[in-house]
């Protein structure tokens, strides 16, 4: 499955979540890869709108806190050009974003490695 966004500039806590030791574990042990420092925020097309509700519907790769007190995220294998990466998705109760806004992880800097920036649009590959 293929999603259309454009990139937008964060809340800057995206940094901060993926330095957490037991979610560079996490991700290491099963996604397969450290994320690097920060998330991709998209905003996603209309068109393909649906297409996150019906991805927040299903169970992902859990990544799970050890404190009860720490929010859980799910999280979605995809690829973004030669970029493996991953679409998170923290639980309702500390979700910041709109509905509209998708948060990705990977192992490098996407902006930099893609050469984009905010307002420039970014197909990315849902990997199931």
């Known amino acids: 499955m ?8 964060g809340a800057g806590e995206g940094a901060y979540f993926t330095q957490i ?3 560079q574990q996490q991700c290491h042990q099963k996604l ?4 690097y ?18 991805l927040g519907q299903k169970n992902g790769v ?11 995220t799910k999280a979605f294998a995809v690829k973004l050009e030669k970029i493996n990466g991953a679409i998170i998705m923290p639980e309702e109760k500390v979700r910041i974003h709109a509905e509209n806004i998708i948060e990705i992880i990977a ?3 996407i902006k930099a490695t893609l050469n984009v920036k905010d307002g420039a ?8």
């Not at 649009?121 to 199931?128: M, P, V």
């Open 121 to 128: 649009l970014l197909s990315i590959l849902l990997l199931e």
């Open 2 to 9: 293929e999603i259309m966004g454009k990139i937008v500039s």
């Open 32 to 35: 397969g890869f450290k994320p």
């Open 37 to 54: 420092p920060g998330t991709l925020n998209l905003e996603i097309a209309l068109d393909d709108l649906p297409k996150i509700v019906t």
């Open 62 to 72: 859990e990544l799970i806190s050890p404190d009860p007190k720490f929010c859980n």
């Open 107 to 109: 192992p490098l800097n």
């Open 21 to 23: 030791d037991w979610v």
